[in-house]
């Protein structure tokens, strides 16, 4: 079951190039559809992997680290002291020795090998604060942008099943429309109708054509920017749309989701990681952070050889040492000062904005939760609206063949119900997108949430 994304978003191209197919297709098949096809999906990931490096780089920071110099080239010394005591076995003690060593253009050559393990530094515990931080603030940028592309999907797939209806009920109307001026117009040719009925029917014709070709267009973007995020042609699918109850029972209450998205709501998270960050620099650097103490180890080895004012000569000098190395900063030039109080306005904004944004994410918690609240309540009048616009459509159809109603009467009634039929569908529509927002608002949608709205569709 691990490949079954990549198998249905085959079947679904496959669907898509043949010639003459029109599957149904639903909201979770455009969904899996955009995974495999939309460039987002990839930026997304990038963007978690790089985050995720960020652990090691954390980690990496109180690891020993070992580093080898080298060096070659041609070099000359001239080394000279008066006045030495000189003693051997032998030769007894000397004063006023003098001794001097002299290499024009020889052979030089050093190396050295060194360890360093980090024993103490505040500033490098800041430092991995703030990388673990930007790890987790990686984590939560992929699930705020999961959301967001869950959410984008489902308006793509309900703008372009809007659209689509609504060029079909205008094509409708159209046709509805050119029938009631042909027989207007005949009507008025055997002196059984005004005139008036002729030229109300004209215009609404010419009206309804503006309409259609402008709902061409809209539907023709719709599909354009579906097809884009999921390779989908937009005309070879059949999408389908929400019908009957789309509404789940009793909704929670307003102060539960609102305690959820104070918990989870992943922007909010990412914003409280980014002032947590902000406080991570101010430590790293404070005055109690500059100080440093590290293990040291070093071994190194200089030679120098060739000729000079006294023949042949070589110098060598070989060093060990292990101990603990402290330092210690005293004046830095005010740099450090200054960039403490760079951190520390830094901090105070984004304490500023993680408010800002709590306050901003509650206000629209709650637009949603009150727009799923009413909306069972809308969708109950407006079907409603719609058998009663129905209703009258075909009384006043039934008017209209008796003569007791006018044209414009049944072009009115006609387009009562296209209206009331296109208005209930986009209730519906909104209805489960403000569900969507709401679970993405309280950090809760994931794929089972989409598929519950999918559920609620029919072909």
């Known amino acids: 079951m691990r490949h079954s994304p990549l198998i249905a978003g085959a079947l679904l191209a496959l669907c898509a190039m043949a010639p003459g197919v029109a599957a149904a297709t639903d909201l979770l098949q455009v969904w899996q559809a955009a995974r495999q096809h939309d460039p987002q999906g990839q930026v997304v990931e990038a963007a978690r992997a790089a985050g995720a490096a960020r652990r090691e780089q954390a980690a990496a920071l109180w690891r020993p680290t070992l580093g080898l110099s080298a060096s070659a080239g041609y070099s000359s010394a001239d080394s000279r002291m008066d006045g030495a005591q000189f003693a051997a076995p032998g030769f007894g003690n000397s004063t006023g020795v003098s001794f001097g060593t002299s290499v024009e253009g020889g052979t030089a050559t050093r190396w050295t090998l060194g360890a360093r393990q980090p024993l103490y530094s505040s500033e490098r515990r800041a430092q991995q604060r703030q990388l673990s931080l930007a790890a987790d603030a990686a984590d939560l940028e992929w699930q705020a942008a999961q959301q967001d592309w869950m959410l984008l999907t489902a308006q793509r797939y309900f703008d372009q099943l809007l659209a689509e209806r609504r060029l079909a009920l205008l094509q409708q109307q159209q046709v509805a429309v050119d029938k009631a001026y042909t027989e207007a117009q005949d009507r008025y040719a055997l002196g059984d109708q005004p005139i008036t009925d002729s030229h109300e029917a004209a215009a609404r014709a010419r009206g309804l054509q503006a309409q259609v070709l402008a709902a061409a267009n809209e539907l023709e973007l719709a599909r354009q920017a579906l097809q884009d995020s999921t390779g989908l042609a937009g005309e070879g699918l059949q999408l389908q749309a929400p019908a009957g109850q789309v509404a789940d029972g009793q909704l929670a209450g307003l102060d539960a989701w609102l305690v959820l998205m104070q918990q989870h709501n992943p922007l909010l998270r990412l914003q409280q990681a980014q002032a947590e960050v902000a406080a991570a620099e101010v430590r790293k650097h404070s005055l109690a952070g500059s100080a440093t103490v590290d293990l040291v180890a ?162």
């Open 298 to 459: 070093q071994a190194s080895r200089e030679r120098l050889g060739g000729s000079g004012d006294y023949g042949t000569a070589s110098n060598s000098q070989s060093q060990q040492m292990v101990g603990v190395a402290l330092n210690l900063p005293l004046y830095t030039g005010g740099w450090r000062s200054a960039k403490l109080a760079e951190a520390l306005s830094l901090e105070q904004k984004a304490r500023a904005e993680l408010e800002r944004a709590r306050l901003q994410l509650a206000q629209q918690t709650r637009g949603s939760w009150l727009a799923l609240n009413s909306g069972q309540a809308r969708l109950a009048a407006l079907e409603q609206a719609l058998l009663a616009s129905r209703a009258r459509l075909d009384a006043t159809r039934l008017g209209r063949q008796v003569g007791d109603r006018t044209t414009l009467d049944l072009l009115n009634a006609e387009n009562d119900a296209a209206a009331a039929e296109l208005a209930l569908l986009q209730a519906r529509t909104e209805l489960l997108q403000n569900r969507l927002r709401l679970q993405a608002l309280a950090g809760q949608l994931d794929l089972p949430g989409l598929q519950a709205v999918n559920a609620k569709l029919q072909p």
